[in-house]
């Protein structure tokens, strides 16, 4: 079984992507939301590991309100390829490797527009991922859980985590199954400030 879990502060966005798209799948799943209209949470982190330790799936998805599944057997698929990925640690939609572009399928905006430079047809090893969508297996997630000390905000929560488990000897794989995500993102702040902790963290195993 699948777990996905989201952190939403925009109803209408939320009933708009990630659920509709949900509503329409061919599989069960369980579905977590944190709600975090009041501004409860102070990271996408804290808010996201709530959820996580709530879940019983297999499988836990960590999706963005904005994003969209683009066929109805997209957690079917998920399910099919997944357990055929050996020394999986976590899987997503978008991703980078040391001197390429951004590896992805997604569409991102209003209207949709191809946001990669590299799509895939079978799942491809990087070695981080966009926080849009996230697969991690329950048992690894039981093991490691978003680090709230060095991602205290919104952001690289999910290339903190591709890194440390990469540490531990596990992997992280784009996987090719197209979405629609509508925020093409912005960053603050914050996202420089996890930036230097997270170089400082990861500095002696990873360029």
Not at 24 to 38: A, K, R, S, V
Not at 66 to 91: C, F, H, Q
Not at 113 to 131: I, M, N, S
Not at 162 to 170: A, K
């Amino acid at each position: 079984m699948i777990s996905v879990i989201c952190v939403y502060n925009d109803d209408k966005t939320l009933n708009d992507y990630l659920l509709k798209s949900i509503k329409e799948q061919n599989i069960y799943c369980e579905l977590i939301l944190i709600n975090n209209t009041e501004n409860i949470y102070p990271s996408a982190a804290a808010a996201l590991n709530v959820g996580g330790k709530k879940a019983k799936g297999d499988y836990l998805i960590f999706a963005h309100q904005d994003i969209k599944l683009d066929s109805t057997n997209w957690l079917y698929s998920v399910e099919r390829i997944i357990p055929d990925i050996s020394n999986l640690g976590i899987a997503g939609v978008a991703g980078k490797r040391d001197g390429r572009g951004v590896i992805t399928n997604v569409k991102h905006g209003s209207p949709p527009t191809f946001a990669g430079k590299y799509q895939v047809k079978v799942p491809t090893e990087v070695q981080t991922l966009d926080e849009c969508l996230i697969i991690i297996p329950k048992e690894i997630y039981n093991k490691t859980q978003f680090d709230e000390n060095t991602c205290d905000d919104w952001h690289l929560y999910a290339v903190d985590y591709c890194l440390s488990v990469q540490e531990n000897g596990y992997r992280a794989f784009v996987l090719p199954f197209p979405c629609h995500h509508r925020s093409s993102g912005s960053l603050s702040a914050g996202y420089f400030s996890t930036l230097e902790k997270l170089r400082l963290k990861h500095r002696l195993k990873f360029k």
